[in-house]
């Protein structure tokens, strides 16, 4: 089974039906060949994009809900910040870039080294981990 971390845009694209990417975030998001795996702060962007695009709050809610059933939530710890100074010093983020550095140091402190993002340029760049889409 392989591990994938899911970024919060194929959440986005999972709840938007609208969307041209919602049929490719759904399939990795129930693909029973995965263990998926989410950072508490892609939980926190969920919602915060989800309210600036003004979602219907029950059915954000209610998509998380049912994420939650099928995905194992990380959080941040002493060795995940440990390496997220590290990535931090080798890869000179700022801004938001902090924060995919962040999620990568989580991911990584869990030994989960696959990334499921449609934002591939937001982490290209990092040398240590894969991306599931390329």
């Given at each position: 089974m392989t591990s994938i971390l899911i970024d919060t845009n194929v959440l986005i694209y999972g709840i938007d039906k609208k969307s041209e990417l919602h049929k490719r975030s759904k399939d990795i998001l129930t693909h029973p060949d995965y263990n998926l795996f989410i950072t508490t702060k892609n939980i926190s962007e969920y919602f915060a994009v989800c309210s600036k695009l003004k979602m219907d709050a029950l059915i954000v809610k209610g998509f998380y809900n049912d994420i939650k059933k099928n995905v194992e939530i990380l959080y941040p710890d002493k060795n995940s910040l440990e390496i997220f100074e590290k990535l931090i010093d080798k890869y000179k983020s700022a801004g938001n870039r902090v924060y995919d550095?962040?999620?990568?140091?989580?991911?990584?402190?869990?030994g989960v080294k696959t990334l499921a993002t449609l934002n591939t340029k937001d982490f290209d760049q990092i040398e240590e981990i894969e991306l599931f889409w390329k």
């Open positions: 550095i962040e999620i990568v140091s989580i991911m990584l402190a869990n």
